[in-house]
């Protein structure tokens, strides 16, 4: 016999009973995944653990402080760290409220600096801006991934790494090996001259038409010849500085490959923080000029360390 067939309130009863059903499913389901994305969050508090314990500090697991939990807290020195670890399978974790938040707690209960390890959602770089200005760093999958294969190839090489990219100066005696190779490393040519170059050009984008216009008030010159010199003079500079980028990069790619040639020999090769300290610059900037390098089969990675080619 037919649903259609029956009486109406047998009806509705039967369609109560089946909604009720696949709301309880719905339920077991939603509170499956909830104990596997806390089991999941757990091993990651264990795993951001392990790093700073592979490093040579003491972190300590699941502290309650003031009423608060805190998931991961390392003493380093005199400072104290507190580290709150997010794993999210929906990806749908408001970043921004979880950094008001620890901004919050860190002046509460008095932290010298706050990390936030968040894996399975991805962290914007307005995001990572907004948790700088309130003193958090942030770790992505990524970062995570980078600093867990670190800890454990390189132990308590890779601490002033790590703790430097949450925010703490490097040990002197970190650095005092690089001296040497600090001292060695050529001035890259050109690279004020550019910097200089950018300046005009931005200046002269801005206010060459106001110079456009008052050309046109004390010269035979038209107000519209005035800014056609000034759209040429634009391209012109513009060209110059797209050259002047195509040669700097250049010459840092050449000066990357001479600082690498050296510490090859002399300490088996460098890691792209330790590159990033000797030469100065951005860690996001010498990676790309390192993948361009070993395109080119210049460089090769070795464990976390760059160095030149053999064959070379």
Known sequence: MGLKKLPPEWQYYIFREIVKERKNDKKKKRRRSDRKVERRGSLLERDVAR?????????????R????????????GDKRLAIECKQ????????RDLIY?????????????????????????????????????????????????EAIERREEARDEILESIGFEPSEASLRPLEPLIEEVP????????????????????FGWILAGLIASFTPLTFSQSISIWLVMGIVLAIVIICLKI??????????????????????????????????MDE?????????????????LSG??????TAL
């Open 51 to 63: 790093i700073f314990s592979l490093i040579g500090l003491k972190p300590a697991l699941n502290v």
């Open 65 to 76: 402080l003031n009423g608060h939990e805190i998931d991961v807290l390392v003493t380093c």
């Open 88 to 95: 999210y399978e929906s990806g749908k974790l408001e970043i």
């Open 101 to 149: 938040e620890w901004a919050t707690k860190s002046r509460e209960l008095g932290f010298d600096k706050v990390l936030l390890v968040i894996v399975g959602c991805e962290v914007k770089p307005a995001e990572k801006e907004l948790a700088n200005k309130y003193g958090i760093a942030i770790w992505d999958e990524k970062d995570f991934e980078k600093f867990f294969t």
């Open 187 to 206: 001035h890259v040519a050109g690279l004020s001259f550019y910097e200089a170059m950018k300046s005009i050009t931005a200046l002269w984008i801005i």
């Open 247 to 280: 040669w700097i990069d250049e010459e840092k790619a050449q000066t990357v490959l001479k600082v690498l040639t050296y510490a090859s020999d002399k300490y088996g090769g460098l890691t792209l923080w330790q590159l990033a300290r000797v030469l100065n």
């Open 284 to 300: 996001k900037n010498i990676e790309k000029i390192l993948n361009s390098l070993k395109k080119k089969r210049k460089v090769e």
């Open 304 to 309: 976390s360390r760059w160095k030149v080619m």
